[in-house]
């Protein structure tokens, strides 16, 4: 609004006006034809009445121009304007830009028929832009730029003025802040007056008013310029003003929709023409009106601050989004549209990996089964096994080998032999690794080994093979070790067993249940003659000899059958005939239930024993000189003839023979011719007796002879007298002849009382020395007296 | 998201940080239609850290600047940009600055009512290929051939001078002394706006310049620029007391200055620039032709590269 004129004539004529107004619508108000008067409403930034005052010279040109029309002026603030154009009760509107716009979007002003122009510096020229004004006291040191507006208390008339704040706030936020929400507002009302006083009054720090304001006060004397300071001040040297904003077009004047158009019209024209009329202008103390100026300067900022009427958040319409941000647009529609391909497929991926995860969890599983099953069964096994590879490392092992060197799996796996055992056996065990991987081929070996968690030992049986998997590459040394102590025992009791039977000194012979032969050892070969494949499947009765007879055999078979066993001695028949003497066991081997299976037959060859039987028996019973029966078996031969004497009715007679001279002859010839005359007078009178006749020598030169079946003592007679003669022959041994005699005692048996042996050579004992006694060379029998 | 698709689409929307943009240098002398880019700097819209202005005395300086190396582009006149082009360098036009739309005119002493009574006057005129135009474009408006009249060669700044001493009988001059010509009594015969698309002023860059590293700051300027003419558009008063103290005239002069030439706006230099048939084609054709009349120009331009629209803003 322009600085008005308020000196004393200009007072009293605008009141002279007013009057005149008053009283020209008071006239016009019975008289009908004239029409209401045409009401403009002006917005009053300055007091209500001094914009008023300052506005009617308008309404005076205006009634000039159109004569048959009054035309009142009305002066409102914001909220009743407002309120006045919304109700109709104005024509046309004069208020600020901002305003206009608001209104015109409510209420649907028309475009703006002229835009106010005031005076530039220069009267002839016009300005028809103004701004907005930041001030602060002059000696506030603490605001020197827009910014600093930060935090501090700003007087403003109300937030709706377009000068007097949103202006300001705009070049506020082209910095980048919200005035409203940094700094605090003292909001004074209209008229900008207000706003001037708060800050100096210090009530506020920065001040906003219009352009022209201040300089307006400043003339009115209300203001010492001194007293302030502008806040980003426009250095716009052609603009006589004081500005902290951009310039905008100045004051539009509108019509109302319901103003009539050619009143509209005619006043617009009146506008225009009314910068000739100097008075009016000069009266107001604008230049004119100028040609509609362009707004959209201004309804940007409204929009840009969200003020009204654009504090509604235009409706982007999804053609508006497409139109700016066509590019972002597409690509984030192809960003999105990979997205969810990549989604898609990763939810197909998802679903195929469920399914395999499920088969991989089933397989898996097998795999465990199997594992457990293979590990249950490598545990169960009763071998030791283990693997180890190349360099001897122990790669694996089951729980009977974790027994042998005592430690777990785990602590086996990734050491060597040489971490477990000595180190003798470690290098034994290392080479046979190294000779089955050589060979590349099972390897067997037999090592007695120590148990390292009991130590107990075992003779293992180890099987070394190189283990390769199912590419052929090679994985490590597989060992096996089998427990083979028992067995080895067996085997070797199977072996003495083989021994003892090959090497026996002894011949044995094993048949079948049925008598026949299925083996035979050497020593049967060596005694019986027969070789094995000649002995085989026959009966051993093939060796049967005469000597024994059937019931023995029978005997034997009995004893075998019932007892199992039987042993005894036999003549048995060489392969070449020769007879031979055994010593024979026989043992019956039955199976668990009892039945015989076989029959083992062991004997002995003792045939030289028998021999040498014979021979102790001869030394028992017979001379070792002369080979005549000895006193013992005299003894024995007596009483056989006695008791054959008594059984046959017959009569024995005991001879008790003393060699005569024998002494003599030892004496002169020698003990060795001695007992050659002795051998050979033995051999010649053995001659003279009979069959049955015994002749024994009891020692040095006795004889005894026992003559046996004498049906009398007569009979005697002639074997004594061969006996004398017998005796007392010359023996000739080498050069030598010797000569000696016998003298004969002779006793009878039975003789009319018992007597025994004894007895019989006791008597005859004493014969033979009644026959020396006679003379010797006869022979004399016992009477018994 | 917009720095993506920005880097995506190389759209250089701002903010995104270039990989080691570069600034670019743009020599213009004062001249209306170069005035945006000058308000651009001032307002705060042109960022001196991507474009540095350097402000010349005439377009001939410019044209030495760029030659030199001393500027990466420069505003000049069409035929200017041919010129440079002939003298081996070559640049591409990224943007038209402003038309000529009656800023240039015939203006003659006051008794020489018809163009054709300009027979066996002396005619000034600068020598530049925009002098030469509209020489002969008055002359064929008139009727007339060179011949018939007696060409005088007087340089922009000497033209009041001329006109005082009587060196001249009419002048083709411009903006702002064609205003005060006829403020002394000069009456206009002829103006560039019989003969509309021709005088244009463009911004020229070297084609060297015209790569990755300087795409931002090239972008830049041209969006500078119409972010001022936008400006003087939505809120003339405001542009025209801002750039009235560099221009040298008073605010009120501003805008009528302005209405003797078209800035056109970004859809304008697409059709002007862009297109399979953009229009400046022509033009620069026939001027190229003229040129190579008034042996201004060695041999004809091919043309060839001549036009660049990449590097208008693409929305607006």
């Not at chain 1, 907005?132 to 040191?141: E, K, L, Q, T």
Request: net charge negative; aromatic share 8%; glycine share 8%.
């Amino acid at each position: 609004m322009p600085p008005t004129k308020t000196g004393h004539f200009g007072h009293a004529l605008l009141k002279c006006l007013s009057v005149l107004q008053l009283c020209g619508v008071l006239a016009c108000l019975p008289v009908a034809a004239a029409g209401e008067s045409v009401k403009i409403g002006i917005l009053a930034y300055r007091s209500k009445p001094q914009t008023l005052a300052q506005w009617q010279p308008l309404a005076v040109a205006l009634k000039q121009a159109l004569p048959d029309r009054d035309f009142a002026i009305e002066t409102f603030d914001f909220d009743e304007l407002a309120l006045a154009v919304a109700s109709r009760q104005v024509d046309f509107v004069l208020t600020n830009p901002g305003h206009y716009i608001q209104l015109s979007k409510r209420n649907g002003l028309s475009a703006p028929l002229a835009t106010l122009a005031l005076n530039d510096r220069d009267p002839e020229r016009a300005i028809m832009a103004f701004g907005g004004v930041i001030f602060s006291r002059a000696d506030d040191a603490g605001i020197d730029t827009i910014l600093d507006l930060k935090g501090k208390t700003i007087a403003v008339t109300g937030i709706d003025s377009l000068s007097g704040y949103q202006l300001q706030a705009y070049e506020f936020q082209r910095g980048g802040g919200n005035l409203s929400q940094q700094a605090k507002l003292l909001q004074t009302g209209m008229p900008q007056d207000n706003v001037v006083d708060a800050v100096l009054n210090r009530r506020a720090e920065v001040g906003l008013v219009r352009t022209g304001v201040l300089e307006e006060l400043a003339g009115e004397g209300k203001l010492d310029m001194r007293q302030i300071k502008i806040i980003n001040r426009q250095p716009l040297p052609g603009y006589p003003h004081l500005l902290s904003t951009r310039l905008y077009p100045e004051w539009p004047f509108a019509a109302m929709p319901q103003t009539d158009e050619n009143l509209a019209r005619h006043v617009a024209a009146a506008l225009f023409m009314l910068e000739e009329n100097k008075a009016a202008t000069r009266a107001i103390g604008i230049h004119g009106f100028g040609v509609p100026a362009d707004y959209t300067a201004i309804a940007d900022v409204l929009r840009d601050m969200r003020v009204p009427p654009y504090d509604v958040v235009p409706s982007f319409t999804l053609k508006d989004i497409w139109l700016r941000y066509q590019w972002p647009l597409l690509a984030a529609l192809l960003i999105i549209g990979v997205f969810l391909l990549l989604t898609l497929n990763l939810l197909l991926v998802k679903r195929k990996l469920v399914v395999q995860r499920k088969l991989l969890l089933e397989q898996k599983q097998q795999l465990l089964d199997s594992e457990t099953f293979l590990r249950t069964l490598i545990g169960t096994l009763p071998d030791l096994i283990w693997l180890k590879n190349a360099d001897g490392v122990y790669l694996a092992c089951n729980p009977r080998f974790e027994g042998f060197f005592g430690a777990e799996e785990q602590a086996i796996v990734g050491k060597t032999d040489y971490d477990f055992v000595d180190k003798a056996s470690a290098d034994s065990f290392r080479a046979h690794d190294m000779l089955a991987m050589q060979k590349d081929g099972p390897y067997l070996i037999e090592k007695w080994v120590t148990f390292a968690d009991d130590g107990h030992k075992e003779l293992l049986e180890t099987l070394k093979i190189p283990m390769r998997d199912a590419a052929g590459q090679f994985i490590g040394v597989l060992g096996i070790g089998h427990d083979i102590t028992e067995r080895k025992q067996a085997e070797e009791k199977l072996s003495l067993a083989a021994s003892v039977f090959t090497h026996a000194r002894e011949g044995i012979l094993i048949t079948d249940v049925d008598g026949r032969i299925i083996d035979v050892n050497d020593t049967f070969t060596a005694i019986t003659g027969y070789s094995r494949e000649e002995a085989l499947h026959r009966n051993p009765s093939m060796l049967k000899s005469d000597r024994q007879n059937k019931a023995f055999y029978a005997a034997m078979w009995a004893d075998l059958k019932e007892k199992g066993e039987w042993s005894g001695e036999l003549w048995n028949r060489r392969k070449n005939g020769q007879l031979y003497a055994e010593i024979l066991t026989i043992s019956a081997v039955r199976d668990a239930q009892g039945n015989t299976q076989h029959y083992v037959a062991l004997f002995s060859d003792i045939t030289p024993f028998k021999e040498y039987e014979q021979q102790l028996e001869r030394i028992a019973h017979y001379d070792a000189l002369t080979g005549l029966p000895n006193r013992i078996l005299l003894a024995d031969r007596l009483r056989l003839a006695m008791m054959q004497a008594l059984r046959r009715g017959q009569k024995v007679a005991v001879v008790f023979l003393d060699l005569d001279g024998f002494k003599a002859v030892n004496d002169t010839f020698g003990h060795d011719m001695g007992d050659e005359l002795l051998t050979a007078l033995a051999g010649r009178m053995k001659q003279t007796l009979r069959e049955s006749d015994t002749l024994a020598r009891l020692g040095g030169d006795e004889f005894v002879a026992v003559l046996v079946d004498l049906p009398d003592t007569e009979a005697c007679l002639p074997l004594l007298s061969r006996l004398l003669t017998a005796a007392s022959q010359p023996v000739v041994y080498g050069e030598s002849a010797m000569l000696v005699s016998a003298s004969l005692g002779v006793s009878f048996y039975p003789q009319a009382e018992d007597i025994d042996a004894d007895q019989l050579l006791r008597q005859a004992d004493q014969a033979m020395y009644q026959a020396k006694m006679k003379g010797k060379n006869q022979y004399h029998l016992f009477e018994a007296d | 998201m917009t720095c993506l698709s920005g880097l995506a689409l190389a759209s250089g929307l701002p903010g995104c940080g270039g990989l080691s943009d570069r600034p670019v240098i743009v020599a213009l002398n004062r001249w209306l239609g170069y005035e945006p880019l000058c308000l651009a700097l001032r307002e705060g819209w042109l960022d001196p850290g991507r474009v540095g202005l350097l402000e010349t005395a005439s377009a001939t300086e410019s044209m030495r600047a760029l030659l030199d190396g001393r500027a990466d582009g420069a505003a000049l006149t069409l035929d200017e940009t041919l010129k440079v082009r002939a003298a081996g360098l070559p640049v591409s036009v990224v943007m038209v600055c402003d038309i000529s739309a009656g800023a240039d005119m015939l203006v003659a002493r006051a008794g020489i009512r018809r163009l054709s009574d300009l027979k066996g006057r002396t005619v000034g005129f600068e020598a530049s290929a925009l002098g030469a135009l509209m020489l002969e474009e008055a002359l064929r408006a008139a009727g007339l051939n060179k011949t018939d009249i007696t060409p005088f060669s007087v340089s922009i700044d000497k033209h009041r001078q001329a006109w005082k001493h009587r060196q001249v009988d009419a002048v083709v001059t411009y903006e702002p002394v064609a205003s005060q010509l006829l403020a002394d009594g000069g009456i206009k015969l002829f103006d560039s706006g019989q003969v509309p698309n021709t005088i244009v002023d463009v911004l020229a860059m070297r084609s060297d310049v015209l790569d990755f590293s300087h795409a931002r700051a090239v972008r830049h300027a041209v969006a500078a620029h119409f972010m001022a003419v936008n400006h003087l558009y939505r809120n003339p008063y405001d542009a025209a007391y801002r750039m009235a103290e560099h221009l040298g005239f008073s605010a009120a002069e501003v805008l009528p200055a302005f209405k003797g030439i078209i800035l056109p706006d970004e859809r304008d230099n697409y059709r002007l620039l862009g297109g399979a048939a953009p229009e400046l084609l022509r033009s620069a054709g026939k001027l190229s032709r003229l040129m190579l009349e008034n042996r201004l120009l060695a041999r004809e331009d091919s043309l060839a590269a001549l036009l660049n629209p990449d590097y208008l803003p693409k929305d607006f």
